[in-house]
Structures are given as structure tokens and as C-alpha cells.
């Protein structure tokens, strides 16, 4: 059994930062890529950022330059440090782990809320 779980969500005003966080328990060989998704209401969840287990990042156009994705292998804990943050980064974020239990299967976090407003 693999869990995920994910902390640092809130409500913060338009330019502010948060870090989200998501650590990885259970029972497994090694966690492959990881990323971050999200969902916004009446809308498809979207990926937002991934991390591969050597630090290879990829971004969506939306959060270039505002977003950094982090790992710490040795924690199995994934970041997402998300500065100038925008009214549209709203949404449920996610957080995804390709983990190797003898096969290679995805797991899920809960969801943790991140509302922009001022």
C-alpha cells in the first residue's frame, strides 16, 4: 500500500507564495517520475509540473517561471514552491508518484485547496 499525502494549500491574496508539499509512504522499490496536477471547478484536471527521480522538470506555459518543482529522494517528499501567484491558479492540487511495487503503478494524493483572492 502506497500513500500520498499533500500539506501547504490555503488562501493566499494575488502575488503571494505557497509551498506545497507531498511526501510518499508505504511499502515500494523507488518512486519514478512525480508532478503536481490540478483542478479548478467545472474544469479537467491538469498537469502542472513533473520532476522525473533525477531532477529533470517539465512545466505547463501556465506556471513557467513562477512555479519550482523539487524532490528530496531520501525523504520521498515532492515540492511545489509557487510564487506570484495569480486569481486563476485557484484549483485543487494534486499530487501524482509513478512508484515501482513490482510493477510500475500511479498513486494519488487527496487534494489540497489553493484559493487565490484578495
Known amino acids: 500500500q502506497v500513500q500520498l499525502v499533500e500539506s501547504g494549500g490555503g488562501l493566499v491574496q494575488p502575488g503571494g507564495s505557497l509551498r506545497l508539499s507531498c511526501a510518499a509512504s508505504g511499502t515500494f522499490s523507488a518512486i519514478l517520475d512525480m508532478g503536481w496536477y490540478r483542478q479548478a471547478p467545472g474544469k479537467q484536471r491538469e498537469l502542472v509540473t513533473v520532476?522525473?527521480?533525477?531532477?529533470?522538470?517539465n512545466y505547463a506555459d501556465s506556471v513557467k517561471g513562477r512555479f519550482t518543482i523539487s524532490r528530496d529522494n531520501a525523504k520521498n517528499t515532492m515540492y511545489l514552491q509557487m510564487n506570484s501567484l495569480k486569481p486563476e491558479d485557484t484549483a485543487v492540487y494534486y499530487c501524482?508518484?509513478?512508484?515501482?511495487?513490482?510493477?510500475?503503478?500511479?498513486?494519488w494524493g487527496q487534494g489540497t485547496q489553493v484559493t487565490v483572492s484578495s
Open positions: 520532476i522525473t527521480r533525477s531532477g529533470s522538470t
Open positions: 501524482n508518484a509513478q512508484v515501482i511495487v513490482l510493477g510500475r503503478l500511479s498513486y
